[in-house]
């Protein structure tokens, strides 16, 4: 597989994880968030999950698309994966419900349409 083909593969797990992250909490207050343990445990998944398949994002590609932050995404995947006793409930509410839209809405153009 060549190297563009990997990275729109990763860009394509980055969105789709984002999606999931914005349906998960679409309508969902931090209170409820925060008493829905399940729904806190599939949103973390889904933002480590964009953060394993951005740390996987070639450098080119990621120096080409500064608007992203890149780093951002790695390091709240790091703190999720190895910080257990990190993990603020509110930050990752705050990413779901601020961020991870944004997200989306970047990576969007940039992985080609497939037309079935």
């Given at each position: 597989m060549r190297p563009e083909d990997r990275?729109?593969?990763?860009?394509?797990?980055?969105?789709?994880?984002?999606r999931e992250v914005a349906e998960f909490v679409r309508g969902v207050t931090f209170e409820q968030y925060?008493?829905?343990k399940m729904v806190r445990r599939a949103v973390e998944r889904?933002?480590?999950v964009i953060g394993e398949a951005a740390s996987h994002v070639s450098e080119s590609f990621q120096e080409r698309h500064p608007e992203i932050p890149w780093k951002l995404i790695i390091g709240q995947?790091?703190?999720l994966a190895?910080?257990?006793g990190e993990i603020l409930d509110e930050?990752?509410?705050?990413?779901?419900?601020d961020r991870i839209p944004e997200l989306e809405r970047l990576l969007t153009p940039l992985i080609p349409r497939v037309d079935t």
């Open positions: 990275d729109l593969a990763y860009l394509w797990d980055m969105r789709e994880a984002a925060r008493s829905r889904q933002v480590e995947r790091n703190v190895h910080d257990y930050r990752i509410y705050r990413v779901a419900v």
